[in-house]
């Protein structure tokens, strides 16, 4: 498989090397918000995939989960759907080393990453999602494992409003139950001021339904606040607020068969304030803090015996960051420190807390005029795993000015949450508390080109992963348990290109094709034992999204394949149409148009056909 893809890859790069004039790039650019830098995504030197707000738009979804299931080399797993509970991995990891980001506040939730996506942001506000693949401490710190997802917010431009109403139903009836047709309906309120020095975004959310299925039914209500103050040019703040308190039916969800009553509650409050000054023509500080509290109540028998089978969390984390960045004639020196303080109350994981203190060093340069570099090393002290240190070299070089040559060679670290450690969860789950840290090790080498009208990005990677955590049994009358179960090696190839051509003054096309590839296998595991999340890695997957706009009017239709190690594959096809009238937009989305029998993970289907429509008013 190496060898057939670096034959591919050296046609392609031939190809293109021949049809490169030597033009400057144009293209729309992005510039990634890394805590220590930031980099026009045309000069990143890592496999970087962003999803912008044109694109955001046109997608057939109202969540940041939604959203990131056509993204490629992402697999958002889904326990329910439309926002209400899943787990997301990059590449092959597992749900726990994949680190989120909001606008660079890494949001890590100590007692399981189940409740990760457990976010208050409404999509309407997202600027774009970046998605940063491979093990990227020298970045983002502990945690990031596989990799990272940034979600960096709009900064507001005009003052307004907005409202956004929707219903839906896959038109099939609960006949377990109440025999009602199953139904989601949803509303969005929000507003914006926007003045010369400040600006304010407020939004509220409502989502209901009664499921898809027996004991699928959700409610969700998130409340989102964001304050931008420029206090003058060389000083600028921004501050935001989140509370999610998300209920829903969890049949299946993490004990099938025997859960089919089961249900949870997820509350969440975030809280963050940052601020970036720039003390010099050469030096900018940007410090950062940070809360988050979470609070988890799983009943086992639902709401008939709440004093059996349930299960209460409190987690709190506490984070302060301060980064800075240098500029030199010889480059830029990226430094700082973060601290992290995380404590949990639980009925059955008991009341721990832990500290965890990172400093790093980074340097980026330009060699030559077309050679960059970018090295540097993090060092991390937990207070239960001690000193570590996780060096990375990032390079990339620039055949002409759209094509460009990238290389990368990154180390990680996964800190085991408290359930991995403490849960007590008989005959179910139990944790481990002699666990060890993951690491992980990557080198990746790859290609960019990028003009306005097309982009091409093919990249191969090896990782290898020691100490890979998962829960296993050896029988299945055993509870399952965390384990280090072995080391974990992955090759795997990325492709993904964007073609955009405008057929006419009023009318746009946009193609995105890309398809991944993983190739799995463990070394020094433990003999004879079953797991439990690692069967299901995706192998395949291609993602396609194809759209046309024509004036105010648009549709796409958006194509999933996922092939997993075991299990069979399926096709999932969405698409939306919408057609906006002065600052009102109609849209209609169908999401699953086959019909397809699916699932994500475990014994849990998710929905079958399921259609939408809405209408959305925005005055800003």
């Known amino acids: 498989m190496t060898k057939l893809y670096f034959a591919i890859l050296g046609l392609i790069t031939i190809n293109l090397s021949a049809q490169v004039q030597k033009d400057t790039i144009n293209i729309d650019e992005v510039i990634i918000q890394e805590n220590r830098f930031s980099t026009p995504i045309s000069k990143k030197n890592r496999n970087v995939y962003v999803i912008d707000k044109v694109a955001i738009e046109k997608l057939p979804g109202r969540s940041i989960q939604e959203i990131l299931q056509y993204a490629n080399g992402v697999d958002l797993r889904q326990r329910g759907p439309f926002g209400s509970q899943a787990d997301v991995s990059i590449d092959g990891g597992s749900f726990e080393q994949t680190v989120v980001l909001l606008n660079g506040t890494k949001i890590i939730d100590a007692q399981t990453a189940h409740n990760m996506l457990n976010l208050p942001i409404p999509v309407e506000v997202i600027e774009r999602i970046e998605i940063i693949r491979g093990p990227a401490a020298l970045t983002y710190g502990v945690n990031s494992l596989t990799g990272a997802i940034n979600i960096i917010t709009k900064k507001p431009t005009k003052s307004g409003f907005l409202v956004n109403t929707y219903a839906g139903s896959n038109f099939e009836k609960d006949t377990q139950d109440t025999g009602n ?3 989601g309906t949803g509303i969005q309120v929000g507003g914006v001021i926007s003045k010369e020095k400040h600006q304010h975004s407020l939004f509220a959310s409502h989502d209901k339904s009664n499921g898809y299925r027996y004991n699928t039914d959700f409610e969700n209500n998130k409340l989102f606040y964001q304050g931008n103050y420029q206090v003058n040019d060389n000083n600028e703040i921004l501050s935001s607020f989140g509370y999610i308190n998300n209920g829903f039916g969890a049949n299946g969800f993490y004990a099938a068969p025997g859960d089919k009553n089961s249900s949870e509650v997820i509350q969440t409050t975030f809280a963050a304030i940052q601020s970036k000054h720039r003390l010099s023509d050469k030096w900018s500080l940007m410090p950062r803090i940070s809360y988050r509290y979470n609070y988890d109540d799983y009943r086992y028998y639902g709401i008939t015996n709440l004093n059996a089978g349930r299960s209460q969390h409190y987690t709190n984390a ?4 301060l980064n800075n960045s240098y500029k030199m004639e010889s480059g830029e020196l990226g430094f700082g420190a973060e601290f992290r303080n995380e404590d949990i109350s639980s009925s059955n994981i008991g009341e721990h807390k832990r500290d965890n203190f990172g400093v790093y060093l980074q340097y980026r340069t330009t060699f030559i005029e077309k050679l960059d570099v970018n090295v540097g090393a993090y060092a991390n002290y937990n207070s239960d795993y001690k000193w570590q240190v996780y060096p990375g070299l990032d390079v990339s070089y620039a055949i002409t000015d759209a094509f460009k040559v990238i290389g990368n060679i990154g180390t990680s670290q996964r800190i085991p949450s408290f359930t991995d450690l403490y849960l007590n969860q008989r005959p179910g789950n139990i944790g481990n508390p002699t ?8 080198s990746e080498i790859g290609v960019k080109y990028l003009k306005r009208d097309f982009t091409f990005n093919a990249n191969y990677f090896y990782r290898k992963i020691t100490n890979f955590i998962d829960w296993t049994r050896t029988v299945t009358t055993n509870p399952w348990q965390s384990n280090n179960y072995g080391n974990l090696n992955t090759n795997g190839v990325n492709m993904r290109a964007n073609y955009r051509v405008s ?3 009023d009318s746009k096309f ?3 094709l890309a398809y991944s590839y993983l190739e799995f296998k463990f070394e020094d595991v433990i003999p004879n034992v079953f797991s439990k999340y690692l069967i299901s890695s995706l192998e395949h997957q291609v993602t396609n999204t194809v759209d046309f706009q024509h004036k105010n009017f648009t549709v796409l239709f958006a194509t999933r394949f ?4 075991t299990g069979p594959s399926y096709w999932i096809n969405d698409f939306r149409v919408s057609q906006s009238i002065k600052k009102v ?10 019909n397809t029998t699916y699932y994500e993970i ?11 429509l809405g209408v959305k008013l925005v005055n800003f």
């Open 181 to 183: 047709t199953f139904y």
């Open 318 to 321: 506490l984070a302060a960051e």
């Open 435 to 442: 666990l060890d840290t993951e690491n992980a090790f990557q």
């Open 503 to 505: 057929i006419s003054e």
């Open 510 to 512: 946009n193609v995105n």
């Open 562 to 565: 996922n092939q997993r190690v």
């Open 585 to 594: 937009t109609l849209y209609l989305d169908a999401q699953n148009i086959f």
């Open 602 to 612: 475990g014994a849990v289907p998710l929905p079958s056909r399921w259609f939408s």
